[in-house]
Structure formats: structure tokens, C-alpha cells
Nanobody
Framework: QVQLVESGGGLVQAGGSLRLSCAAS????????MSWFRQAPGKEREFIAG????????YYAESVKGRFTISRDNAKNTVYLQMNSLKPEDTAVYYC????????????????WGQGTQVTVSS
């Protein structure tokens, strides 16, 4: 069993930065593929970034590539999302998620989800 708790969301102006954190409980955190998703009002939840258990492979949605960076610290059971050059269209609830597989872009394959953290980017 893995529990995920996100933090770091907030209100920021366009062009600004935020760093989200996702703290995980459980001794097997290092064996999970971790991802960040987001969901804006009236839209489906979408994958934005994922990282392999070893940290040596990362994956990004085109909409955030070059602006967002995912990383993980297995010693701290934490995954991060550094978000730079934020845009109003990045406004959403951001969720971290964990799965034992590697098909990162399929929402239904994730085993565990956090409760989400709100990110609001003003223009």
C-alpha cells in the first residue's frame, strides 16, 4: 500500500515558477513508476510527466516539455515537479500517481493517487 500526499501548489503569475512535491509512504516507493497528472475544470485528467523507478528515464507531455522537470529522491520517498514559465493554461489540480508498470500515459493503469494540489496561474 502506498499513500501519496502532494504539496506546493498555489497562486502564481504567468511566467513564474512553482515546485510541487509528492511524499509517499511505504517501503517500496523506489519500485514504482511515478507520474504527475493534472485536471482542469471541465477537462479530462491528463498525463504531464513521468519518471522511472531508477530516475534515469523521464517522459513529458508536449504541452510542458522544456518548462517542467520531474525528479525523484528515493531516499526521501518523494517525487518533485519543477514548473517554470507557467502559463494561465497550466491552471489545474495537479495529482501524483504511482504504478508498478511503465505504461505511463494510461491513467487507468495507476495503482495509487494523491488527493491533488491546486495550481492557479494568473495572467
Amino acid at each position: 500500500q502506498v499513500q501519496l500526499v502532494e504539496s506546493g501548489g498555489g497562486l502564481v503569475q504567468a511566467g513564474g515558477s512553482l515546485r510541487l512535491s509528492c511524499a509517499a509512504s511505504g517501503r517500496t516507493f523506489s519500485s514504482y513508476f511515478m507520474s504527475w497528472f493534472r485536471q482542469a475544470p471541465g477537462k479530462e485528467r491528463e498525463f504531464i510527466a513521468g519518471i522511472k523507478w531508477s530516475g534515469d528515464r523521464t517522459y513529458y507531455a508536449e504541452s510542458v516539455k522544456g518548462r517542467f522537470t520531474i525528479s525523484r529522491d528515493n531516499a526521501k520517498n518523494t517525487v518533485y515537479l519543477q514548473m517554470n514559465s507557467l502559463k494561465p493554461e497550466d491552471t489545474a489540480v495537479y495529482y501524483c500517481a504511482a504504478q508498478t508498470g511503465t505504461t505511463y500515459y494510461v491513467t487507468e493503469l495507476y495503482d495509487y493517487w494523491g488527493q491533488g494540489t491546486q495550481v492557479t496561474v494568473s495572467s
